[in-house]
């Protein structure tokens, strides 16, 4: 079983809507996750931090679930901007992050 | 200029040969990581450093050798280059209590 684990998508949502992705994460001690976001294969950028039960920024919410071992990433009010592959993070120990392979989400007019 | 810096950008190299592909950073951000990223698998984990000298496997070490010499600095070797190590290598480093900040990455192909 891999570490981290994704939905690789695609999803393709309308301009407006509302889209959620999930990650599984196998390691229960991990304390701190992240959500990057990554265009066209160019580096990965931080979108979110998640240290507790949840994150808050904008249109976007990051919530963590740790019994069922999970964080989810809910973007409200879709831009076309937000086209792009989201990928989580957990660590497997301290400061040794696996990526999950990554989300795409393709935002339509 | 502050940041990670990878280089070079991009590299066409023969199986059998060695490369290095360079890392810098201008943080003193203890954690350095290398990371391949193929179409399917997201970022995988090659190595990492916890700081200077100290140096773990990550998920895909083999093939690969890493050093950390000085803490700005975190080369990654191919010893002998086969063709199922044509990638994208991201370099990434992070203090304590930051993110991890990703370098520009490096095209290598391998024919």
């Known amino acids: 079983r891999k570490e981290v684990e994704q939905d690789p998508g695609p999803f393709n949502v309308p301009e407006g809507a509302t889209v959620a992705f999930n990650c599984t994460y196998s390691n229960s001690a991990s304390q701190s996750f992240f959500w990057y976001r990554q265009d066209c294969r160019k580096e990965p950028k931080l979108l979110m931090s998640v240290y507790s039960s949840g994150n808050e920024d904008g249109r976007f919410t990051a919530q963590l679930n740790r019994a069922s071992q999970y964080i989810s990433l809910l973007i409200r009010d879709s831009k076309l901007s937000d086209s792009a592959t989201y990928l989580c993070a957990a660590p497997y120990n301290f400061n040794k992050f696996y990526f999950g392979s990554g989300t795409k989400l393709n935002v339509k007019p | ?111």
């Open chain 2, 1 to 111: 200029d502050a940041g990670i810096t990878q280089s070079p950008r991009y590299k066409i190299t023969e199986t059998g040969r060695q490369v290095t592909l360079m890392c810098h950073q201008t943080w003193s951000h203890s954690y350095m990581f290398w990371y391949r990223q193929d179409l399917g698998h997201g970022l995988r984990l090659i190595y990492y450093s916890a700081a200077a000298d100290i140096t773990d496997k990550g998920e895909v070490p083999d093939g690969y050798v890493v050093s950390r010499s000085k803490t700005e600095n975190f080369p990654l070797t191919l010893e002998s280059a086969t063709r199922s190590q044509t990638s994208v290598y991201f370099c990434a480093s992070q203090g304590i209590n930051t993110e991890a900040f990703f370098g520009q990455g490096t095209r290598l192909t391998v024919v």
